[in-house]
């Protein structure tokens, strides 16, 4: 596509609900990664992928959060029992090989947990 | 570990007057560093990047960026600030030699361009 695609863009879920996020990358980008921004904060990093592993996932604050990238395109994060803590914007960014500093970044999906 | 720190989180300039958002970084090993722009209910945009070249950067739509090494500073600038870059800028630190595919944010400045 012309660029990275974020859906929902914005997802209002209860406490307790499990949650999935879509992130479609450039067509061709090998690496994916997912952020968080919290409102007033900058984006922190959750997890990258390189292809269709998880090559650093040291950002995922607890176990109920989980990434996939099956075909090594499309990602999916995944977030269970959810918390009001949780709410934030997640964005998603993908580029062409391994170079952070090339990533492009899609609008991301503001996430409420009420 | 990798920092950086962004020393004002509001700056409010006057149209046509230069800008300045500043920030300091912390790195173990050489930097890279760069500046991103979020304008509201927008994609995050790289504006300039340092990648140990020149310590000069010139980014896109005016602005540019020094790296201090000696002051730990990479600063942003533009002569001439226009309504359009009333927006949300980050620094952002990456320790591309170490192989981790991180991005660092600081916590951003949102820049106000009075008319």
């Known amino acids: 596509g012309a660029g990275v695609s974020q859906t929902p863009s914005n997802k209002v879920t209860e406490k307790g609900k499990y949650v999935e996020l879509r992130c479609d990358p450039i067509s061709g980008h090998t690496a994916l990664y997912w952020y968080r921004q919290s409102l007033g904060q900058g984006p922190e990093f959750l997890i990258y992928f390189q292809g269709t592993g998880a090559a650093d996932d040291s950002g995922l604050p607890n176990d109920r959060f989980f990434a996939v990238r099956p075909e090594g395109s499309v990602s999916t994060l995944k977030i269970q029992r959810t918390e009001r803590g949780d709410s934030a914007v997640y964005l998603c960014?993908?580029?062409?090989?391994?170079?952070?500093?090339?990533?492009?970044f899609g609008q991301g999906t503001r996430l409420t947990v009420v | 570990a990798q920092s950086v720190t962004q020393l004002d989180s509001h700056v409010s300039v006057s149209e046509g007057t230069p800008v300045l958002l500043r920030c300091n970084y912390s790195?173990?090993?050489?930097?890279?560093l760069f500046w991103y722009v979020q304008h509201p209910n927008k994609g995050l945009q790289l504006l300039l990047k340092y990648t140990s070249a020149a310590t000069l950067v010139k980014g896109i739509n005016g602005f540019e960026a020094e790296f201090k090494k000696s002051e730990t500073s990479f600063h942003l600038t533009k002569p001439s600030a226009h309504m359009s870059d009333a927006a949300e800028y980050f620094c952002?630190?990456?320790?591309?030699?170490?192989?981790?595919?991180?991005?660092?944010f600081g916590s951003g400045t949102r820049l106000q361009v009075q008319p």
């Open positions: 952002v630190v990456s320790e591309r030699n170490t192989g981790r595919r991180a991005l660092t």
């Open positions: 960014a993908s580029s062409l090989q391994g170079d952070a500093a090339e990533a492009f």
């Open positions: 790195s173990s090993y050489s930097p890279s």
